[in-house]
């Protein structure tokens, strides 16, 4: 089977094109790829950065001793609430007394002898 020459031309540029078109998506496609790159690469620098220590201290360390005091700070409040409730009941008795006097004077007055 011959195929002529004008139909070889048009099979030979119709290839071309199809070829030359597929290179442009393909460059396109590789161009795309590497902008993501460039943005994965972009925030895994700043993810780093976020978690980096820049201190000389270990994180871990830092918050062991943040929990232990925090545990003496409970310590304490827990020690000033029953402080506080000791001085209520104290105020209380103290109260009761007063009102106990004010009612033997107040019957003293009333009903003197």
């Given at each position: 089977m011959?195929?002529e020459?004008?139909?070889q031309?048009?099979?030979?540029?119709?290839?071309?094109?199809?070829?030359?078109?597929?290179?442009?998506?393909?460059?396109?496609?590789?161009?795309?790829?590497?902008?993501?790159?460039?943005?994965?690469?972009?925030?895994?620098?700043?993810?780093?950065?976020?978690?980096?220590n820049?201190h000389?201290?270990?994180?871990?360390?830092?918050?062991?001793?943040?929990?232990?005091?925090?545990?003496?700070?409970?310590?304490?409040?827990?020690?000033?609430?029953?402080?506080?409730?000791?001085?209520?009941?104290?105020?209380?008795?103290?109260?009761?007394?007063?009102?106990?006097?004010?009612?033997?004077?107040?019957?003293?007055?009333?009903?003197?002898?």
């Amino acid at each position: 089977m011959t195929v002529e020459p004008s139909v070889q031309v048009a099979l030979v540029s119709a290839g071309g094109a199809i070829t030359a078109a597929l290179v442009g998506v393909l460059v396109e496609l590789v161009r795309r790829q590497g902008a993501t790159i460039a943005e994965v690469r972009e925030h895994a620098q700043e993810a780093r950065e976020q978690v980096a220590n820049s201190h000389g201290t270990n994180l871990r360390d830092d918050l062991d001793r943040v929990i232990a005091g925090l545990g003496r700070v409970l310590e304490g409040q827990d020690r000033h609430g029953e402080e506080l409730a000791s001085l209520r009941r104290e105020i209380g008795h103290e109260r009761a007394e007063r009102l106990a006097v004010a009612e033997r004077l107040d019957s003293h007055l009333n009903h003197p002898n």
